[in-house]
């Protein structure tokens, strides 16, 4: 039987690399926020958020993925309803995905907010990414071309590292690279080790 690993870690925490590393080890990774991105240009998620939402976020049929986060971000309620339209979809999906990847020994859900969402219950295993706080904003700012400020109200609306960490098999300080890469064979030969028994 396939174990499904879930991957989280707060925005910066450069949890996406590390799950690039896993894939580079031959296991296969579905990105979560990717999937979302491809799904909500679906008639059906298209038609919910025109409904939810209002028309004035599409321009020629097409989304605008800033405009939405702008309406959701400051906006728990609106947040929940975006949430309630496009994480069914991923969900569904994802199952489908398994299925086409079940000759492989595990595969890995990779997810900011896995425990917000509840969908953490789905999971064998929880691996979630660390890193200091001034490296994850400093990350974010270079990387999205955003301000310090933004980036702050983006982290005060996710769990706490302490949070994830309570809820987490596995915790990989993504400080550097090098240490990343030992944390990850660690884990693998725990999780063989632990695969064996089973």
Do not use: C
Request: hydrophobic letters at 40%.
């Amino acid at each position: 039987m396939t174990k499904i690993i879930g991957l989280t870690g707060g925005i910066g925490s450069g949890k996406t690399t590390i799950a690039n590393h896993f894939k580079s080890l031959g296991i296969p990774i579905y990105i979560a926020d990717e999937e979302a991105k491809k799904l909500m240009k679906s008639d059906e998620i298209v038609k919910a958020i025109k409904e939810t939402f209002g028309a004035d976020l599409f321009e020629n049929d097409i989304l605008n993925r800033g405009k939405l986060a702008e309406a959701v971000f400051n906006d728990p309620d609106k947040l929940k309803q975006l949430n309630a339209i496009v994480h069914p979809a991923v969900k569904k999906h994802f199952k489908q995905w398994i299925l086409e990847h079940n000759e492989f020994p595990a595969v890995i859900y990779e997810a900011a907010i896995l425990f917000e969402s509840g969908s953490y219950k789905d999971f064998d295993t929880i691996i979630t990414v660390t890193a200091p706080i001034e490296t994850r904003i400093q990350r974010v700012i270079a990387r999205d071309n955003t301000s310090r400020e933004q980036v702050l109200k983006r982290i005060e609306a996710q769990w706490t590292d302490e949070q994830r960490i309570s809820k987490s098999d596995f915790v990989i300080e993504n400080e550097s690279i090098e240490k990343s890469l030992i944390e990850i064979e660690k884990i693998l030969k725990i999780l063989k080790i632990r695969q064996n028994e089973s």
